[in-house]
């Protein structure tokens, strides 16, 4: 019992932090490699809200996704619109982006046991044997809720539909009047926001540091690359596969052995069928 | 000419999605047979010569060539096994020298096995082939950066690669789409030499006139479906071409 | 009213009158030397080096140049092929702990450790990434991205060959010079090889998968063995300086996987300017005194690296050789119009 509800948080976090690198990337086929440290920036900005600025919880939650929104969106108008077209210069500016904000805050030393976000709700309750916090309730609610919003926003809305077209084909999309630069720009806005988002659920449960910048860029990457970048239900399964296979050796073998589960994971798929379980990512022989 | 099966294509099929692109076609080919390939636009051409050479997977269906069973091998099995094939739009590497454009087939296990892409010396071929094809070697043309050549140079040039592998198929994706009427003049009596010589060739092709002028034999597609395989003559007066021609000028 | 005089940038080339792609017809002394210079200067100053800086700090910086050179090197060679790594550390930390393995559980020498983990660590890295291979672009980017702080995670948590506190105490370079001097005609020896072959017959066929690999496949050539066989040559290159490091320092840890050996070849190479391999040689030569210099600023290094990255991209995204090599080819003069 304890096994399928650990399962089931450790998977939502697990699709929390890669929902957002997976939507940018779905949609302008950009490698959003900043992602851990948006991420990382939004948990870091709230903290200064709340303890410098006195600014209640809630507003400075949603302040930072605004600010990091903004910064995600400014990444892209400012700096990959110069370089766009050139993949190795779009996946070498973000990493590159994403090594400035990540040792800035590292220098800064926010990192360590002060910097700890309040939870949104505090208190834990017992199912079973299983001693569950309301903060993970909260954030397997926020990560469902995500992914059914990210749906109906993706299959609905007119931005979402503009954000499909342009994921197909971006000339077609341009000739039917979709400025491909302004969505690309806001996929980025959204990609970081929810980053943040994700963030703000996930660090809570333990305190800030800077290398989880780059441990969160590992797993979102790593789910992406098992379940198949750019589809939401391979999101969802990958991060369900990997959840669960982590908390199974955990709970039978050792604690340590979680990173191991995802290496292994990814070097299986990548034998296997490299593109990822729902894949859409074509393989060269597809390409017509 | 001798008598003798080289290609074969049963029940080929390919779906994207809902669409069709080609649907159930079957023909075969003689070897040293000159088969022209028409259709209007989006007829399945391209995609059937995708199929052929491996470049798409079939959804169902058979491709055997030479005896041997090619179906859904990768593009450079069958590049080696003898099919060469041409694109429609003009592909080269555009930095680098025509001639120079030539090295990849000649590096190829296939060459290497037939003799004459030798080290320090597929300059050499390279540049003979370009001038069989046009490309003075005296002049600067086969020199030049690929960018920089005018279109039609750079269709002969997609050729000369084809011919550079030394095929037992040719096949060409609409090698004369915008090509002047002076550069199809010129290449085509070059194609005709190449069939000549024994060359199994298969041409899809929208310029009619001059397609009827070399081929003997003509296969039409519409909606992914084969409707008429014949003379030219004798498929041109169909009905069912003619209204698939429909909207679209019907030459010859 | 007078008319304002107006002035055009007018380029003339400096070079030598009678040459074609590849012959150059030599008539003085001056052409030999317009012709050679480039070429020697640099081997030159590189093999003297180690006189002026014998023994001290800055050898430790030259060995140090050497390094990330190599790396820079190794990644320029794949993205020639079209593949953009983001792990040279990949490379780097996997041929440190084959070497460093080996001399420390099976007591071998530094002479059969090094090529040791050269070639076998190449083979390793090709064989994990040989599946990548079929997928284009940045996937490539990412898995190799994830792959090395996965490997240092695994070593952390695993508290396999010696874990967090690393391999100690293994043997050293009998002497200072054989470590700089390996270092030194490693990376002369890529610089001008890696010239030479791409410009070769096998070096048109990798660089036609980079361009346009539908062309190559139709040429009837293995898209996947020729970029495996890339990988294998970057490879090599990268774990050998790993295991050169690792002597050196007598001392592997899972520092080797670190961002670092990834990140400041890629600055190296993008701000010398990717595809000329000098550039890469020239950009590590340039960052990593300039990061020793700029020891004091600690932990913010990296984010400086980053700061060149993106400088380098906007600004100059020829990279600094391109910009040499045309200087050195061309004159700029105004002319009025």
Same mark, same amino acid.
């Given at each position: 019992?304890?096994?399928?509800?650990?399962?089931?948080?450790?998977?939502?976090?697990?699709?929390?932090?890669?929902?957002?690198?997976?939507?940018?990337?779905?949609?302008?086929?950009?490698?959003?490699?900043?992602?851990?440290?948006?991420?990382?920036?939004?948990?870091?900005?709230?903290?200064?809200? $709340?303890?410098?600025?006195?600014?209640?919880?809630?507003?400075?939650?949603?302040?930072?996704?605004?600010?990091?929104?903004?910064?995600?969106?400014?990444?892209?108008?400012?700096?990959?619109?110069?370089?766009?077209?050139?993949?190795?210069?779009?996946?070498?500016?973000?990493?590159?982006?994403?090594?400035?904000?990540?040792?800035?805050?590292?220098?800064?030393?926010?990192?360590?046991?002060?910097?700890?976000?309040?939870?949104?709700?505090?208190?834990?309750?017992?199912?079973?044997?299983?001693?569950?916090?309301?903060?993970?309730?909260?954030?397997?609610?926020?990560?469902?809720?995500?992914?059914?919003?990210?749906?109906?926003?993706?299959?609905?809305?007119?931005?979402?539909?503009?954000?499909?077209? $342009?994921?197909?084909?971006?000339?077609?999309?341009?000739?039917?009047?979709?400025?491909?630069?302004?969505?690309?720009?806001?996929?980025?806005?959204?990609?970081?926001?929810?980053?943040?988002?994700?963030?703000?659920?996930?660090?809570?449960?333990?305190?800030?540091?800077?290398?989880?910048?780059?441990?969160?860029?590992?797993?979102?990457?790593?789910?992406?690359?098992?379940?198949?970048?750019?589809?939401?239900?391979?999101?969802?399964?990958?991060?369900?596969?990997?959840?669960?296979?982590?908390?199974?050796?955990?709970?039978?073998?050792?604690?340590?052995?979680?990173?191991?589960?995802?290496?292994?994971?990814?070097?299986?798929?990548?034998?296997?069928?490299?593109?990822?379980?729902?894949?859409?990512?074509?393989?060269?022989?597809?390409?017509? | 000419? *001798?008598?003798?099966?080289?290609?074969?294509?049963?029940?080929?099929?390919?779906?994207?999605?809902?669409?069709?692109?080609?649907?159930?076609?079957?023909?075969?080919?003689?070897?040293?047979?000159?088969?022209?390939?028409?259709?209007?636009?989006?007829?399945?051409?391209?995609?059937?010569?995708?199929?052929?050479?491996?470049?798409?997977?079939?959804?169902?269906?058979?491709?055997?060539?030479?005896?041997?069973?090619?179906?859904?091998?990768?593009?450079?099995?069958?590049?080696?096994?003898?099919?060469?094939?041409?694109? *429609?739009?003009?592909?080269?590497?555009? +930095?680098?020298?025509?001639?120079?454009?030539?090295?990849?087939?000649?590096?190829?296990?296939?060459?290497?096995?037939?003799?004459?892409?030798?080290?320090?010396?597929?300059?050499?071929?390279?540049?003979?082939?370009?001038?069989?094809?046009?490309?003075?070697?005296?002049?600067?043309?086969?020199?030049?950066?690929?960018?920089?050549?005018?279109?039609?140079?750079?269709?002969?040039?997609?050729?000369?690669?084809?011919?550079?592998?030394?095929?037992?198929?040719?096949?060409?994706?609409?090698?004369?789409?915008?090509?002047?009427?002076?550069?199809?003049?010129?290449?085509?009596?070059?194609?005709?030499?190449?069939?000549?010589?024994?060359?199994?060739?298969?041409?899809?092709?929208?310029?009619?006139?001059?397609?009827?002028?070399?081929?003997?034999?003509?296969?039409?597609?519409?909606?992914?479906?084969?409707?008429?395989?014949?003379?030219? +003559?004798?498929?041109?007066?169909?009905?069912?071409?003619? +209204?698939?021609?429909?909207?679209?000028?019907?030459?010859? | 009213?007078?008319?304002?005089?107006?002035?055009?940038?007018?380029?003339?080339?400096?070079?030598?009158?009678?040459?074609?792609?590849?012959?150059?017809?030599?008539?003085?002394?001056?052409?030999?030397?317009?012709?050679?210079?480039?070429?020697?200067?640099? @081997?030159?100053?590189?093999?003297?080096?180690?006189?002026?800086?014998?023994?001290?700090?800055?050898?430790?910086?030259?060995?140090?140049? /050497?390094?990330?050179?190599?790396?820079?090197?190794?990644?320029?060679?794949?993205?020639?092929?079209?593949?953009?790594?983001?792990?040279?550390?990949?490379?780097?930390?996997?041929?440190?702990?084959?070497?460093?393995?080996?001399?420390?559980?099976?007591?071998?020498?530094?002479?059969?450790?090094?090529?040791?983990?050269?070639?076998? #660590?190449?083979?390793? /890295?090709?064989?994990?990434?040989?599946?990548?291979?079929?997928?284009?672009?940045?996937?490539?980017?990412?898995?190799?991205?994830?792959?090395?702080?996965?490997?240092?995670?695994? @070593?952390?948590?695993?508290?396999?060959?010696?874990?967090?506190?690393?391999?100690?105490?293994?043997?050293?370079?009998?002497?200072?010079?054989?470590?700089?001097?390996?270092? @030194?005609?490693?990376?002369? &020896? /890529?610089?001008?090889?890696?010239?030479?072959? @791409?410009?070769?017959?096998?070096?048109?066929?990798?660089?036609? &998968?980079?361009?346009?690999?539908?062309?190559?496949?139709?040429?009837?050539?293995?898209?996947?063995?020729?970029?495996?066989?890339?990988?294998?040559?970057?490879?090599?290159?990268? /774990?050998?300086?790993?295991?050169?490091?690792?002597?050196?320092?007598?001392?592997?840890?899972?520092?080797?996987?670190?961002?670092?050996?990834?990140?400041?070849?890629?600055?190296?190479?993008?701000?010398? #300017?990717?595809?000329?391999?000098?550039?890469?040689?020239?950009?590590?030569?340039?960052?990593?005194?300039?990061?020793?210099?700029?020891?004091?600023?600690?932990?913010?290094?990296?984010?400086?690296?980053?700061? &060149?990255?993106?400088?380098?991209?906007?600004?100059?995204?020829?990279?600094?050789?391109?910009?040499?090599?045309?200087?050195?080819?061309?004159?700029?003069?105004?002319?009025?119009?």
């Amino acid at each position: 019992m304890e096994i399928v509800i650990y399962g089931i948080t450790n998977s939502v976090t697990l699709a929390l932090m890669a929902i957002g690198f997976s939507l940018t990337f779905g949609i302008s086929g950009v490698p959003n490699f900043a992602h851990g440290a948006f991420y990382l920036l939004g948990g870091i900005l709230t903290w200064i809200f $709340i303890n410098q600025l006195g600014i209640p919880y809630l507003f400075s939650a949603i302040l930072s996704v605004i600010i990091v929104g903004l910064l995600g969106f400014g990444l892209y108008w400012g700096l990959l619109l110069r370089l766009r077209g050139l993949v190795v210069n779009e996946v070498i500016a973000t990493l590159a982006a994403a090594i400035v904000i990540i040792e800035v805050l590292r220098y800064m030393g926010f990192s360590g046991f002060t910097y700890v976000l309040p939870e949104f709700i505090k208190g834990s309750v017992n199912i079973g044997k299983a001693w569950l916090d309301y903060q993970r309730i909260f954030l397997v609610g926020i990560g469902v809720a995500l992914i059914i919003i990210l749906y109906f926003f993706t299959h609905r809305t007119r931005v979402g539909l503009s954000f499909r077209a $342009i994921a197909q084909n971006e000339r077609t999309a341009i000739s039917l009047g979709i400025d491909s630069d302004w969505t690309a720009a806001l996929s980025l806005a959204f990609g970081s926001a929810l980053a943040v988002v994700a963030g703000l659920a996930i660090l809570p449960l333990g305190s800030i540091d800077t290398e989880v910048g780059y441990d969160i860029l590992i797993y979102a990457l790593a789910v992406g690359i098992v379940g198949g970048l750019e589809s939401v239900p391979g999101i969802v399964l990958a991060s369900f596969i990997l959840g669960f296979c982590q908390i199974l050796v955990a709970t039978f073998f050792k604690a340590q052995w979680l990173t191991v589960v995802t290496l292994g994971a990814i070097v299986l798929i990548l034998a296997v069928k490299p593109s990822g379980i729902f894949g859409k990512y074509k393989e060269l022989e597809e390409r017509v | 000419m *001798q008598d003798e099966e080289i290609l074969r294509v049963e029940h080929l099929t390919k779906r994207f999605g809902g669409v069709i692109a080609v649907d159930n076609v079957s023909f075969s080919l003689q070897k040293g047979e000159f088969l022209g390939i028409i259709g209007p636009n989006g007829s399945g051409k391209t995609t059937l010569i995708n199929l052929i050479t491996g470049f798409v997977k079939p959804t169902s269906g058979k491709v055997t060539f030479n005896h041997t069973d090619i179906t859904g091998k990768a593009p450079y099995r069958i590049a080696c096994l003898g099919v060469s094939r041409s694109f *429609q739009m003009a592909r080269a590497f555009h +930095k680098l020298p025509a001639y120079k454009n030539l090295i990849v087939p000649l590096y190829s296990p296939r060459v290497k096995r037939l003799g004459g892409g030798k080290y320090g010396e597929r300059d050499d071929v390279a540049i003979d082939l370009l001038d069989d094809l046009g490309f003075e070697r005296d002049s600067a043309v086969p020199y030049k950066a690929a960018g920089s050549l005018p279109h039609g140079y750079l269709k002969r040039l997609d050729l000369a690669r084809c011919m550079a592998l030394r095929p037992d198929l040719l096949i060409l994706d609409e090698l004369f789409s915008g090509m002047a009427m002076s550069e199809v003049a010129a290449t085509l009596p070059m194609i005709e030499k190449f069939n000549r010589e024994g060359l199994t060739i298969v041409m899809a092709e929208h310029r009619l006139k001059e397609l009827f002028r070399v081929t003997h034999r003509v296969m039409v597609l519409n909606f992914g479906q084969k409707i008429a395989d014949g003379t030219p +003559k004798e498929v041109m007066s169909r009905e069912e071409v003619q +209204k698939a021609y429909l909207g679209t000028e019907v030459e010859g | 009213m007078a008319e304002a005089v107006r002035y055009r940038k007018e380029r003339i080339d400096r070079g030598i009158k009678a040459r074609t792609d590849t012959i150059y017809v030599l008539s003085s002394f001056r052409d030999m030397v317009y012709l050679f210079l480039p070429r020697f200067l640099p @081997i030159i100053l590189l093999l003297l080096l180690p006189f002026f800086v014998k023994g001290g700090y800055w050898e430790k910086v030259l060995f140090y140049s /050497c390094m990330f050179a190599l790396l820079a090197l190794s990644w320029d060679f794949m993205a020639s092929v079209g593949l953009v790594s983001l792990g040279q550390a990949l490379f780097f930390g996997v041929g440190a702990y084959i070497s460093g393995g080996l001399n420390h559980y099976f007591k071998m020498p530094i002479f059969l450790t090094i090529p040791i983990a050269t070639l076998g #660590g190449a083979l390793f /890295c090709t064989l994990l990434l040989f599946s990548v291979l079929r997928l284009r672009g940045v996937y490539f980017s990412m898995v190799t991205l994830i792959l090395p702080l996965l490997f240092a995670h695994l @070593i952390e948590t695993l508290d396999i060959l010696g874990g967090t506190h690393g391999l100690l105490s293994l043997t050293p370079f009998p002497s200072g010079w054989l470590s700089v001097y390996l270092a @030194i005609i490693g990376v002369i &020896i /890529c610089l001008f090889g890696f010239r030479k072959l @791409i410009s070769e017959d096998f070096g048109l066929v990798l660089r036609g &998968i980079k361009d346009d690999d539908r062309v190559v496949m139709a040429g009837g050539i293995n898209i996947h063995w020729y970029k495996a066989q890339a990988i294998f040559i970057a490879g090599a290159v990268g /774990c050998f300086a790993g295991a050169l490091m690792t002597h050196y320092y007598q001392f592997v840890g899972r520092s080797v996987f670190a961002l670092d050996y990834t990140v400041l070849p890629l600055a190296g190479a993008v701000l010398g #300017g990717p595809g000329s391999f000098a550039g890469a040689t020239i950009g590590t030569f340039i960052l990593v005194p300039l990061s020793e210099v700029l020891r004091a600023l600690g932990g913010l290094r990296m984010a400086l690296y980053g700061v &060149i990255l993106i400088a380098a991209l906007v600004i100059l995204p020829e990279g600094l050789f391109h910009y040499i090599e045309r200087r050195y080819h061309q004159f700029e003069r105004d002319v009025r119009i």
